[in-house]
């Protein structure tokens, strides 16, 4: 089946660091991708959604310039966090559909994001 | 309101036994309903789903129950087994031209399935 590659799965850092986050869609042409935070025992919020080619559209309240995507092609989005805080800590998980094909969202396997 | 309303939070089921976890929509623009898996530290991963021109959905032991008079859809876990335990979630989407048609989630369900 499809298969949603997320890495790196679990990453600490000291704070005002950047971190890239990076989603791969290993068997089909993602032509959307969609970014999620999820907090302990919570559900998923989206925070992005990206087309291949096109800015991301960035859910309310969710900071444009601290949390940047890029959906460069059809197989590869990349989430950067800018300047981490503590409170950015958190499970970040992406996940990938090909709206051409009518294909059902297939999710990564998440990134553990620890800020120090 | 995009909002799915999900219930139990949590569930404590016998091996052997029936899980039953609920969900409610408001929204009748919804036109597709997942069920995801998750467990803990993983992505979550499409169980099954359901369109809203059918009332009942099976594969294996999974089973989605859909009433769209009532805007309410649940999943049934039959013969639950220990390797069930994890969290689930249900979701919906709604058809539109113009948006990703990103799915809204419920709050999920923490089920653990006793030996």
């Known amino acids: 089946g499809a298969v949603v590659s997320q890495h790196p799965s679990w990453v600490i850092c000291k704070s005002g660091t950047s971190v890239k986050i990076e989603c791969r869609s290993l068997?089909?042409?993602?032509?959307?991708m969609f970014w999620y935070r999820q907090f302990p025992k919570q559900s998923l919020m989206l925070m992005a959604t990206?087309?291949?080619?096109?800015?991301?559209?960035?859910e309310q309240g969710v900071e444009k310039d601290k949390f940047l995507i890029n959906h460069a092609s059809l197989t590869l989005s990349t989430l950067t966090v800018t300047s981490a805080h503590p409170e950015d800590s958190s499970f970040y998980i992406c996940?990938?559909?090909?709206?051409?094909?009518?294909?059902?969202?297939?999710f990564g396997d998440g990134t553990r994001l620890s800020i120090l | 309101q995009q909002q799915v309303k999900q219930s139990p939070q949590s569930l404590i089921v016998q091996k052997g036994g029936i899980s039953i976890i609920n969900c409610a929509y408001e929204n009748t623009a919804f036109d597709y309903f997942p069920w995801y898996q998750q467990f803990p530290g993983k992505g979550p991963a499409l169980l099954i789903a359901?369109?809203?021109?059918?009332s009942e959905k099976k594969e294996g032991r999974f089973t989605i129950s859909f009433n769209k008079s009532a805007k309410q859809f649940s999943l049934h876990i039959m013969d639950s087994q220990p390797g069930d335990s994890a969290t689930y979630f249900c979701?919906?989407?709604?058809?539109?031209?113009?948006?990703?048609?990103?799915?809204?989630f419920g709050s999920g369900t923490q089920l653990t399935v006793l030996p």
């Open positions: 979701a919906a989407r709604f058809h539109s031209s113009g948006s990703a048609r990103q799915l809204t």
């Open positions: 068997d089909f042409q993602a032509t959307t």
């Open positions: 990206s087309n291949e080619g096109s800015k991301a559209t960035y």
């Open positions: 359901i369109r809203p021109d059918v």
């Open positions: 996940s990938a559909r090909d709206l051409r094909h009518h294909q059902p969202q297939h």
